[in-house]
């Protein structure tokens, strides 16, 4: 039994061992200004804030990559939940081709805020900060309605 237990606990420090090796890309693209949101959309400092806290390690090209983005497996979750966020929404390459996906990607931010879906669950114990509060969600809901309005050309 014991010896079972002993090579069992080797197997177990060798793949983890292991998996080190299988290291996940974790990048931050240069980001060029002119592709930034602010070029297209008009963002509130107070809003802009939120962003930052809540919004910019998985939606931007400013990831700050915390020591366990760099042990597996863990690091393969953060990697893959990274360029996931990029892709769908990114801050620092605004790729909306015109006003009405740039209302449209704006007022999907407030959906995703509100319906509690952003900040992911897991990201939140490993980062108190980033947690919405209900200030923050009508805060970047207001904006969002107002900036999702002017860029579809409706007044308010």
């Given at each position: 039994m014991?010896?079972?237990?002993r090579?069992?606990?080797?197997?177990l420090?060798?793949?983890?061992?292991?998996?080190?090796l299988v290291?996940?890309?974790?990048?931050n693209?240069?980001?060029?200004?002119?592709r930034?949101?602010?070029?297209?959309?008009?963002?509130?400092?107070?809003?802009?804030?939120?962003?930052k806290?809540a919004?910019?390690?998985?939606?931007?090209?400013?990831?700050?990559w915390p020591?366990?983005?760099?042990v597996?497996?863990?690091?393969?979750?953060?990697?893959?939940?990274v360029?996931e966020?990029?892709?769908?929404?990114?801050?620092?390459?605004?790729?909306?081709?015109d006003?009405?996906e740039s209302?449209?990607?704006v007022?999907?931010?407030?959906?995703?805020?509100r319906e509690?879906e952003?900040?992911?669950?897991?990201?939140?114990?490993?980062h108190p900060e980033?947690?919405?509060s209900?200030?923050?969600?009508?805060?970047?809901?207001?904006?969002?309605?107002?900036?999702?309005?002017?860029?579809?050309g409706?007044?308010?």
């Amino acid at each position: 039994m014991r010896r079972r237990l002993r090579n069992g606990l080797i197997v177990l420090v060798v793949a983890i061992a292991g998996a080190q090796l299988v290291r996940p890309e974790r990048s931050n693209p240069a980001a060029l200004a002119d592709r930034a949101m602010e070029t297209r959309v008009q963002v509130p400092a107070e809003v802009a804030s939120i962003f930052k806290r809540a919004c910019d390690d998985c939606h931007s090209n400013r990831t700050r990559w915390p020591w366990y983005s760099h042990v597996a497996p863990v690091s393969w979750m953060v990697a893959h939940h990274v360029k996931e966020g990029r892709e769908h929404l990114n801050f620092s390459d605004w790729n909306a081709p015109d006003n009405n996906e740039s209302a449209h990607l704006v007022s999907e931010i407030c959906k995703e805020m509100r319906e509690h879906e952003m900040p992911l669950r897991p990201y939140l114990p490993l980062h108190p900060e980033a947690r919405a509060s209900e200030a923050d969600i009508a805060a970047v809901c207001a904006w969002s309605d107002a900036e999702s309005g002017r860029l579809a050309g409706r007044r308010r």
